[in-house]
């Protein structure tokens, strides 16, 4: 069977981020199709689809839906278009491409779940997207599709959209609501924020991902249940993965979700191309930079939810970062866990510190001043970060982004402890510390 | 067991809790102490630090939950103990370590600081971090009075939360991101707050540390005592001294008053006390050789048994009605009650008055259905502000009804003449033009009316209206504007009395004025909230020269001081040359009356035109209680010496009673309760027993026998002349008033009068913000800097009240509704 292209079928249509272009691919034509229909038979098309999340946590969109407690209004709509774990840039292309289709999306959710505001919010390095998509914006609602009385029908909706200001933790959806309450991105604690209970401005507030809403209209148009019949459940449908790092033909490609196989993306001649220069693969971060690492032995692994997450780590936001055997994994380390460093929000202590503290471990080992006890110390660091340095993670932290500073140094520290071992220098050499 | 309580296990002890507390407060009441940093009883919890998390099973197995963000529920089984806590909270207290620069030996916090204490408590006791810390410059001012070391900070949001949440003026907050984050303050903006010290007190590190208390002592040094600061909300504090000076004040957390918290114009205050300013020794006219010389042109120090001799002299050598008390609020109740036996009792005139004339009558005070601030504040409720600014002049009853407002869903309405400090959180506000707050209130109470009101559009009094039914309603009473008749706020209590239910929280400036009005400092009343000729039996046994007729108030003692009709002033604690509403005829008085006897702490202008001073001891230095504005007695507790010889102003007035031939019976606080309890109205169940026991002091219930006086008729109201401008005075925080000048911490904050100004109107003088005007009324006339400010209504302009620069005064009329202005520019154009 070929897998049709759900997400990114516009992508070579030269003018398909115009309302032109993508009325004449058949845009808008779900919209159309679900106002004849009744908002919860919406809801039940896409619980068909059995549609999972596609911003990392990988929960069913439609499930979530139905999570707002009963009789409490207004609620919001939040589209969270701030993709920024390294490796991940696919919400960014489909933002630049086919803006329409996630504001059919958009439109779509809104009228299932009979909400009136929707709020956009866009990464704030986005330049590029954020241009087609304020383009688009105003096209549909000079087209009478977004706003007032859509299509002359009793149904109003509208969109804001809403520029981040360069913060990674924004991802996350309760930090993204506190941005764009206009506060300082920090994650809320969970309990009791939960969005769809206490989420925008204290209202139930429904997430989703850019490319969970892009799916929609082709739900619609064709079905939860032709959904469904793609994929291996409940991994249904197709995904779009980015790959990068050390392939031959690093892209973004949508491929059959739940049956395509790690080696296909990163070996096939029609995506990754294999690894440069002929080389080995060495390591690859399955879904994003926060993931654990996976190796050789994991390859064949089919690109499945529930298969991934048994193996110890996570398809998480569909970013492939491939390395080569020409890579320093200490230096890989380090760099994924000074990202983290970084972007840590400062608002709950063992992130804030204990993050910088890992990278700055790593780069003493670095430079050559590592001690064989820093060993221990890092995972005894990550522990106070992540207890029992389990998959999924716990958490001391507020929000994953601690535990993702852990995944690096967890995935590899024994398996290239020859490597640590290159950096800390002779045994013998090390000054004994007395420690009581 | 009631439905609201819950039974969850800590430790493996089952214990019951109310629904809904946090875990964290659950376990302290069990007796499990969890350790945390970042939780606040007082503020809402936000899970920062992670200090305060434990393993909690819910039924889904145990797992780590920070237990300051949970909430008690049936069944849930909290660990403490566990292997995975105590490395979870290890790990925890490691982490706010490695950047902590340990400069404990220099920190003001070391031996009081919770990180210290948890450290030792939970701590792993040696550090395993080698690289560098994180730096920065320290401290830095963030005002003028509280410094930031940010290399302390453990980042807990206290202090920012509290800024935001709690007093409404986020002017600090966090900075950067992850270990680069830091507390700071806008650029070029401080953190200018009226309560910037309370972040001091809650930081849990030695981050946030006070000028006025940096280096003076280490904490095991300060001794310390729970009293009462005598504002006129009576905040609860804790008086710190060393090597007897009071080196600093902490808020103590009373449910029923403050909640720990103080405003810096009382928490830095405690340097006025420790001035060199302080009067240490009677006081006489002096001549040449410091000989006392009643002509003599300066006062020189006295003998207590020189100065007692000439005050009692005085006083025996003239008839009762030529003797006059002015002043007393700041007394303890105890020393006003002995005041008033000596005045009323022993003297036997009735020209006492602890009041200047410049607040709400007595009958207002005693006469009004009163509430607690609990019962103004209470969640659910509606309440009604007129006339007064809390913001500025109770500091404490601020953050209270914005929390009721804020946290717990009570709605506010206003019934100013400008902004307050409420305003952006109140539900309406009723911009009534001065003088006609009565008439809004009236018409807000009135089932329809139509077009404007008093400066109030219908459409506004009806939005007001709606919220009136959603709960009950308490009305915060004050007298905010002197430019304006007293009538006018006295007309809208008069028009609230007609709501079912209603109370009154009397937002008093002065500190002990319940107390002194209770005490009988007041003409026509007697101690016991009671009349001259109703009180007569209770106290005719004890009291010898009990006077027949009522007496003078402040006004009049001055006018017939001016006139030549006193012989003897006594100042308890008074200022009239500053404080009366008429500065001339204070000023006539006091250089008119042949005898002027001052107790005070300082020689103020008034008290410099004294014959005889006798110097007393401040609420440090004496104890005592104090009765705060909603008729709460709490402790006054000495914790230090008076300067010098000076001595409390109870013993002061059993002295001057002897030397006129009189025992007062009264040698301690507790004998004034023995004596007044049984003859009391109201005080029966005061005892220093029961005030001594209990951090909430004892609440005075009872009413008296004083009725309230409704305005004769309606206010009449001056049509608005479309040239001039009403006038509002307004008092600030900080101001001219003694305590304030006399700290050097506070006295900087007072600064310049301004007159403040609508735009539009502001526009039409002509004049650039900050430059001077002519300001002009029928009855005199200043200059003064004009600014510009939209909280203003267009039409009325706002002077600030006992600011250097331009004394308000001159433009008052006490006779009159209201005052209207003319406003030029100095140059003369309109």
Same mark, same amino acid.
């Given at each position: 069977?070929?897998?049709?292209?759900?997400?990114?079928?516009?992508?070579?249509?030269?003018?398909?981020?115009?309302?032109?272009?993508?009325?004449?691919?058949?845009?808008?034509?779900?919209?159309?199709?679900?106002?004849?229909?009744?908002?919860?038979?919406?809801?039940?098309?896409?619980?068909?689809?059995?549609?999972?999340?596609?911003?990392?946590?990988?929960?069913?969109?439609?499930?979530?839906?139905?999570?707002?407690?009963?009789?409490?209004?207004?609620?919001?709509?939040?589209?969270?278009?701030?993709?920024?774990?390294?490796?991940?840039?696919?919400?960014?292309?489909?933002?630049?491409?086919?803006?329409?289709?996630?504001?059919?999306?958009?439109?779509?959710?809104?009228?299932?779940?009979?909400?009136?505001?929707?709020?956009?919010?866009?990464?704030?390095?986005?330049?590029?997207?954020?241009?087609?998509?304020?383009?688009?914006?105003?096209?549909?609602?000079?087209?009478?599709?977004?706003?007032?009385?859509?299509?002359?029908?009793?149904?109003?909706?509208?969109?804001?959209?809403?520029?981040?200001?360069?913060?990674?933790?924004?991802?996350?959806?309760?930090?993204?609501?506190?941005?764009?309450?206009?506060?300082?991105?920090?994650?809320?604690?969970?309990?009791?924020?939960?969005?769809?209970?206490?989420?925008?401005?204290?209202?139930?507030?429904?997430?989703?991902?850019?490319?969970?809403?892009?799916?929609?209209?082709?739900?619609?148009?064709?079905?939860?249940?032709?959904?469904?019949?793609?994929?291996?459940?409940?991994?249904?449908?197709?995904?779009?993965?980015?790959?990068?790092?050390?392939?031959?033909?690093?892209?973004?490609?949508?491929?059959?979700?739940?049956?395509?196989?790690?080696?296909?993306?990163?070996?096939?001649?029609?995506?990754?191309?294999?690894?440069?220069?002929?080389?080995?693969?060495?390591?690859?971060?399955?879904?994003?930079?926060?993931?654990?690492?996976?190796?050789?032995?994991?390859?064949?692994?089919?690109?499945?939810?529930?298969?991934?997450?048994?193996?110890?780590?996570?398809?998480?936001?569909?970013?492939?970062?491939?390395?080569?055997?020409?890579?320093?994994?200490?230096?890989?380390?380090?760099?994924?866990?000074?990202?983290?460093?970084?972007?840590?929000?400062?608002?709950?202590?063992?992130?804030?510190?204990?993050?910088?503290?890992?990278?700055?471990?790593?780069?003493?080992?670095?430079?050559?001043?590592?001690?064989?006890?820093?060993?221990?110390?890092?995972?005894?660091?990550?522990?106070?970060?992540?207890?029992?340095?389990?998959?999924?993670?716990?958490?001391?932290?507020?929000?994953?982004?601690?535990?993702?500073?852990?995944?690096?140094?967890?995935?590899?520290?024994?398996?290239?402890?020859?490597?640590?071992?290159?950096?800390?220098?002779?045994?013998?050499?090390?000054?004994?510390?007395?420690?009581? | 067991?009631?439905?609201?309580?819950?039974?969850?296990?800590?430790?493996?002890?089952?214990?019951?809790?109310?629904?809904?507390?946090?875990?964290?407060?659950?376990?302290?009441?069990?007796?499990?102490?969890?350790?945390?940093?970042?939780?606040?009883?007082?503020?809402?919890?936000?899970?920062?630090?992670?200090?305060?998390?434990?393993?909690?099973?819910?039924?889904?197995?145990?797992?780590?939950?920070?237990?300051?963000?949970?909430?008690?529920?049936?069944?849930?089984?909290?660990?403490?103990?566990?292997?995975?806590?105590?490395?979870?909270?290890?790990?925890?207290?490691?982490?706010?370590?490695?950047?902590?620069?340990?400069?404990?030996?220099?920190?003001?916090?070391?031996?009081?600081?919770?990180?210290?204490?948890?450290?030792?408590?939970?701590?792993?006791?040696?550090?395993?971090?080698?690289?560098?810390?994180?730096?920065?410059?320290?401290?830095?001012?963030?005002?003028?009075?509280?410094?930031?070391?940010?290399?302390?900070?453990?980042?807990?949001?206290?202090?920012?939360?509290?800024?935001?949440?709690?007093?409404?003026?986020?002017?600090?907050?966090?900075?950067?991101?992850?270990?680069?984050?830091?507390?700071?303050?806008?650029?070029?903006?401080?953190?200018?707050?009226?309560?910037?010290?309370?972040?001091?007190?809650?930081?849990?590190?030695?981050?946030?540390?006070?000028?006025?208390?940096?280096?003076?002592?280490?904490?095991?040094?300060?001794?310390?005592?729970?009293?009462?600061?005598?504002?006129?909300?009576?905040?609860?504090?804790?008086?710190?001294?060393?090597?007897?000076?009071?080196?600093?004040?902490?808020?103590?957390?009373?449910?029923?008053?403050?909640?720990?918290?103080?405003?810096?114009?009382?928490?830095?205050?405690?340097?006025?006390?420790?001035?060199?300013?302080?009067?240490?020794?009677?006081?006489?006219?002096?001549?040449?050789?410091?000989?006392?010389?009643?002509?003599?042109?300066?006062?020189?120090?006295?003998?207590?048994?020189?100065? /007692?001799?000439?005050? *009692?002299? +005085?006083?025996?050598?003239?008839? =009762?009605?030529?003797? $006059?008390? !002015?002043?007393? @609020?700041? %007394?303890?109740?105890?020393?006003?009650?002995?005041?008033?036996?000596?005045?009323?009792?022993?003297?036997?005139?009735?020209?006492?008055?602890?009041?200047?004339?410049?607040?709400?009558?007595?009958?207002?005070?005693?006469?009004?259905?009163?509430?607690?601030?609990?019962?103004?504040?209470?969640?659910?409720?509606?309440?009604?502000?007129?006339?007064?600014?809390?913001?500025?002049?109770?500091?404490?009853?601020?953050?209270?009804?914005?929390?009721?407002?804020?946290?717990?869903?009570?709605?506010?309405?206003?019934?100013?003449?400008?902004?307050?400090? /409420?305003?952006?959180? *109140?539900? +309406?506000?009723?911009?009534?033009? =001065?003088?006609?707050? $009565?008439? !809004?209130?009236? @018409?807000? %109470?009135?089932?329809?009316?139509?077009?404007?009101?008093?400066?109030?559009?219908?459409?506004?009094?009806?939005?007001?209206?709606?919220?009136?039914?959603?709960?009950?309603?308490?009305?915060?009473?004050?007298?905010?504007?002197?430019?304006?008749?007293?009538?006018?706020?006295?007309?809208?209590?008069?028009?609230?009395?007609?709501?079912?239910?209603?109370?009154?929280?009397?937002?008093?400036?002065?500190?002990?004025?319940?107390?002194?009005?209770?005490?009988?400092?007041?003409?026509?009343?007697?101690?016991?909230?009671?009349?001259?000729?109703?009180?007569?039996?209770?106290?005719?046994?004890?009291?010898?020269?009990?006077?027949?007729?009522?007496?003078?108030?402040?006004?009049?003692?001055?006018?017939?001081?001016?006139?030549?009709?006193?012989?003897?002033?006594?100042?308890?604690?008074?200022?009239?040359?500053?404080?009366?509403?008429?500065?001339?005829?204070?000023?006539?008085?006091?250089?008119?009356?042949?005898?002027?006897?001052?107790?005070?702490?300082?020689?103020?202008?008034?008290?410099?035109?004294?014959?005889?001073?006798?110097?007393?001891?401040?609420?440090?230095?004496?104890?005592?209680?104090?009765?705060?504005?909603?008729?709460?007695?709490?402790?006054?507790?000495?914790?230090?010496?008076?300067?010098?010889?000076?001595?409390?102003?109870?013993?002061?007035?059993?002295?001057?009673?002897?030397?006129?031939?009189?025992?007062?019976?009264?040698?301690?606080?507790?004998?004034?309760?023995?004596?007044?309890?049984?003859?009391?109205?109201?005080?029966?169940?005061?005892?220093?027993?029961?005030?001594?026991?209990?951090?909430?002091?004892?609440?005075?219930?009872?009413?008296?026998?004083?009725?309230?006086?409704?305005?004769?008729?309606?206010?009449?109201?001056?049509?608005?002349?479309?040239?001039?401008?009403?006038?509002?005075?307004?008092?600030?925080?900080?101001?001219?008033?003694?305590?304030?000048?006399?700290?050097?911490?506070?006295?900087?904050?007072?600064?310049?009068?301004?007159?403040?100004?609508?735009?539009?109107?502001?526009?039409?003088?002509?004049?650039?913000?900050?430059?001077?005007?002519?300001?002009?009324?029928?009855?005199?006339?200043?200059?003064?800097?004009?600014?510009?400010?939209?909280?203003?209504?267009?039409?009325?302009?706002?002077?600030?009240?006992?600011?250097?620069?331009?004394?308000?005064?001159?433009?008052?009329?006490?006779?009159?509704?209201?005052?209207?202005?003319?406003?030029?520019?100095?140059?003369?154009?309109?």
């Amino acid at each position: 069977m070929s897998i049709p292209k759900i997400t990114t079928a516009r992508w070579d249509v030269e003018d398909g981020h115009t309302l032109a272009g993508y009325e004449r691919t058949g845009g808008y034509s779900a919209l159309k199709k679900a106002l004849e229909m009744t908002p919860a038979e919406v809801h039940e098309e896409v619980k068909t689809a059995s549609l999972l999340g596609r911003g990392g946590a990988g929960f069913p969109a439609g499930v979530k839906w139905g999570f707002c407690p009963p009789g409490v209004w207004p609620r919001y709509l939040v589209v969270n278009g701030d993709e920024s774990e390294p490796g991940t840039y696919k919400d960014r292309i489909m933002l630049e491409r086919d803006p329409h289709q996630l504001i059919e999306g958009c439109l779509l959710a809104c009228y299932a779940l009979g909400l009136s505001q929707c709020f956009l919010y866009v990464r704030g390095e986005m330049a590029h997207g954020q241009e087609r998509v304020a383009a688009a914006l105003n096209e549909a609602y000079e087209a009478g599709y977004v706003g007032k009385n859509i299509l002359g029908t009793e149904v109003s909706v509208d969109v804001v959209l809403h520029w981040g200001a360069g913060a990674y933790i924004v991802g996350e959806e309760t930090a993204l609501i506190e941005s764009l309450e206009g506060n300082r991105g920090m994650p809320r604690l969970k309990p009791p924020f939960f969005p769809a209970a206490i989420g925008l401005y204290g209202k139930p507030t429904i997430v989703n991902n850019v490319e969970t809403l892009s799916n929609i209209p082709w739900i619609i148009n064709n079905g939860g249940q032709a959904f469904a019949d793609i994929g291996e459940a409940p991994s249904t449908g197709t995904r779009v993965f980015a790959v990068s790092g050390h392939v031959n033909n690093p892209g973004v490609f949508e491929v059959e979700f739940g049956t395509t196989t790690f080696r296909d993306l990163i070996m096939g001649e029609e995506y990754g191309g294999g690894i440069r220069n002929g080389g080995s693969l060495k390591a690859f971060i399955p879904g994003g930079a926060s993931a654990p690492w996976f190796f050789e032995e994991h390859l064949d692994l089919p690109l499945e939810k529930g298969t991934v997450d048994r193996a110890g780590s996570m398809l998480g936001s569909g970013a492939i970062v491939v390395m080569d055997q020409t890579t320093d994994i200490v230096k890989a380390c380090h760099n994924v866990v000074r990202f983290f460093s970084r972007e840590s929000c400062g608002k709950c202590s063992p992130c804030r510190e204990g993050t910088s503290w890992l990278e700055k471990i790593l780069q003493r080992i670095i430079d050559g001043n590592g001690r064989r006890a820093d060993l221990a110390l890092l995972m005894d660091v990550c522990d106070n970060i992540s207890p029992g340095i389990a998959w999924p993670p716990k958490q001391t932290t507020i929000c994953p982004l601690g535990p993702s500073a852990v995944s690096p140094i967890a995935s590899v520290i024994e398996r290239f402890a020859d490597e640590f071992d290159a950096y800390l220098g002779e045994p013998s050499t090390e000054q004994a510390v007395e420690v009581r | 067991m009631s439905d609201d309580m819950v039974t969850f296990n800590v430790d493996g002890n089952e214990v019951s809790a109310p629904a809904g507390k946090l875990v964290i407060e659950a376990c302290e009441d069990a007796g499990v102490y969890i350790p945390r940093f970042c939780h606040h009883e007082r503020m809402n919890p936000v899970g920062m630090c992670r200090m305060c998390i434990v393993e909690v099973d819910t039924g889904r197995g145990p797992a780590l939950q920070p237990s300051c963000m949970l909430t008690v529920s049936d069944g849930m089984i909290v660990d403490t103990q566990s292997d995975v806590t105590k490395k979870a909270q290890d790990g925890v207290l490691e982490f706010l370590l490695v950047n902590h620069p340990l400069d404990c030996p220099v920190c003001d916090k070391g031996g009081e600081c919770p990180l210290q204490d948890q450290t030792m408590a939970y701590g792993p006791g040696e550090s395993r971090f080698v690289e560098e810390k994180r730096h920065y410059e320290k401290p830095i001012p963030v005002n003028d009075n509280v410094y930031l070391d940010r290399e302390r900070c453990i980042l807990c949001d206290r202090c920012t939360r509290f800024a935001d949440e709690v007093v409404g003026d986020p002017l600090i907050h966090f900075m950067d991101r992850g270990n680069q984050t830091q507390v700071n303050t806008f650029p070029d903006e401080p953190f200018a707050s009226y309560f910037s010290g309370n972040v001091v007190q809650i930081c849990p590190v030695g981050a946030l540390t006070a000028k006025p208390y940096r280096f003076k002592a280490r904490p095991w040094d300060l001794a310390e005592v729970d009293s009462t600061y005598p504002n006129a909300m009576g905040d609860r504090i804790n008086v710190q001294s060393s090597r007897d000076q009071v080196l600093r004040f902490q808020g103590v957390d009373s449910d029923a008053v403050n909640w720990g918290w103080l405003a810096d114009k009382e928490r830095f205050s405690f340097e006025a006390l420790q001035s060199d300013n302080r009067i240490g020794s009677p006081l006489m006219r002096g001549g040449g050789l410091n000989k006392a010389d009643a002509d003599g042109d300066e006062l020189v120090a006295a003998s207590w048994s020189q100065a /007692l001799g000439s005050a *009692a002299k +005085a006083i025996a050598d003239t008839t =009762p009605d030529k003797v $006059g008390f !002015v002043g007393g @609020a700041r %007394l303890s109740n105890e020393a006003q009650y002995a005041w008033t036996k000596l005045a009323k009792g022993l003297v036997g005139t009735d020209n006492v008055d602890a009041q200047l004339g410049d607040e709400l009558p007595p009958h207002a005070l005693l006469g009004l259905p009163r509430a607690t601030v609990a019962e103004a504040c209470q969640p659910g409720g509606v309440i009604v502000l007129i006339g007064c600014d809390p913001k500025e002049t109770l500091g404490t009853l601020y953050i209270r009804l914005r929390h009721a407002v804020v946290e717990d869903g009570a709605k506010l309405i206003e019934i100013t003449p400008t902004d307050t400090g /409420l305003t952006n959180v *109140a539900s +309406a506000s009723l911009r009534a033009r =001065p003088g006609e707050a $009565g008439t !809004v209130a009236r @018409a807000l %109470l009135a089932e329809t009316v139509s077009g404007h009101i008093g400066g109030v559009d219908e459409d506004a009094l009806a939005t007001a209206r709606d919220l009136l039914g959603s709960g009950p309603v308490t009305v915060v009473l004050g007298r905010g504007s002197l430019s304006e008749s007293v009538d006018s706020v006295l007309e809208a209590a008069d028009a609230f009395l007609d709501v079912d239910g209603v109370r009154f929280l009397q937002a008093i400036g002065r500190g002990n004025t319940m107390g002194a009005l209770d005490m009988g400092m007041s003409p026509g009343l007697l101690p016991g909230r009671t009349s001259l000729a109703a009180g007569q039996d209770a106290f005719s046994d004890l009291w010898p020269q009990l006077p027949n007729s009522d007496g003078m108030n402040t006004a009049a003692m001055l006018e017939a001081g001016a006139a030549g009709n006193l012989d003897v002033l006594v100042l308890l604690g008074a200022d009239p040359i500053n404080d009366a509403l008429d500065p001339a005829v204070a000023a006539k008085a006091l250089a008119t009356v042949p005898t002027v006897i001052a107790v005070d702490l300082f020689v103020n202008d008034s008290v410099s035109k004294a014959h005889v001073v006798f110097p007393a001891a401040a609420f440090t230095e004496s104890s005592g209680s104090h009765t705060n504005l909603e008729g709460r007695i709490t402790a006054i507790r000495q914790k230090v010496t008076p300067p010098g010889t000076a001595r409390s102003d109870l013993v002061i007035a059993a002295e001057l009673a002897r030397r006129l031939g009189h025992d007062l019976g009264l040698e301690t606080p507790s004998d004034v309760w023995e004596e007044l309890g049984p003859r009391s109205a109201v005080h029966g169940d005061v005892s220093s027993a029961a005030i001594e026991a209990d951090v909430d002091g004892v609440l005075i219930t009872a009413t008296g026998r004083v009725a309230f006086a409704p305005p004769d008729q309606a206010v009449s109201r001056e049509p608005v002349n479309a040239y001039a401008l009403r006038l509002v005075t307004a008092r600030r925080m900080f101001d001219n008033g003694t305590m304030v000048q006399q700290s050097p911490h506070l006295a900087g904050f007072a600064g310049q009068a301004s007159l403040r100004v609508n735009p539009y109107d502001f526009n039409r003088v002509g004049v650039a913000d900050g430059e001077e005007v002519r300001v002009s009324a029928p009855k005199g006339s200043v200059n003064v800097a004009a600014r510009v400010d939209p909280g203003v209504p267009k039409g009325i302009v706002v002077l600030d009240y006992n600011r250097s620069g331009a004394d308000a005064r001159v433009l008052l009329d006490p006779g009159a509704t209201s005052i209207d202005i003319r406003l030029e520019s100095k140059g003369g154009k309109a």
